[in-house]
């Protein structure tokens, strides 16, 4: 059966075809996040011509790279497990899920995607790579871009959301 496209991103969840309602929900927003992440750690990190940083500077650089990786990982972790049952990979809310404003959302409105942003800069600066560093630019650029269709959502799913997202920085606790 072929798809029509403007099927696929139609707001009607009533399709009893799963696809439509996959890319609906955000699927397609999954795989462009999926594709910058498999990018940026497994694709070439430099173009060739780039100097080597000093010694020094590298190692210490390494070390602190490895530090924000881990804390990304274990930020976005927590973050994932504070969700709980509302816990989804598509960024639409879950049918039947709830607010959660508390712990780590209580700071920011995207706790995940700040770990994953904070994983992503300590893989630049362990593998000190200019195109990395063109890989996290697209990926920060593509959390905010995908935060605002999510964020539309949540409004519409929890009117509370307004409220919310009033007190609480979007991505990066503090700042933005």
Request: glycine share 10%; with cysteine.
């Amino acid at each position: 059966m072929l798809l029509n496209i403007n099927n696929l991103f139609m707001s009607n969840f009533k399709n009893t075809d799963p696809a439509p309602a996959l890319f609906q929900r955000g699927l397609i927003y999954v795989l462009i996040q999926g594709i910058l992440l498999g990018l940026l750690f497994f694709a070439p990190s430099q173009f060739g011509f780039e100097k080597p940083w000093p010694v020094g500077l590298s190692y210490l650089c390494f070390i602190l790279g490895a530090i924000l990786f881990i804390s990304g990982i274990g930020f976005a972790v927590m973050a994932a497990i504070q969700l709980g049952k509302n816990l989804t990979p598509l960024p639409h809310p879950k049918d039947g899920g709830e607010l959660v404003i508390t712990g780590l959302y209580r700071w920011v409105r995207h706790p995940i995607y700040f770990g994953v942003i904070l994983l992503s800069c300590g893989w630049f600066l362990m593998t000190q790579g200019l195109i990395t560093l063109i890989y996290l630019a697209l990926l920060i650029l593509f959390f905010d871009l995908k935060s605002r269709k999510e964020e539309l959502w949540l409004i519409a799913y929890f009117p509370e959301y307004s409220q919310y997202q009033k007190t609480t920085k979007k991505i990066i606790p503090g700042i933005y």
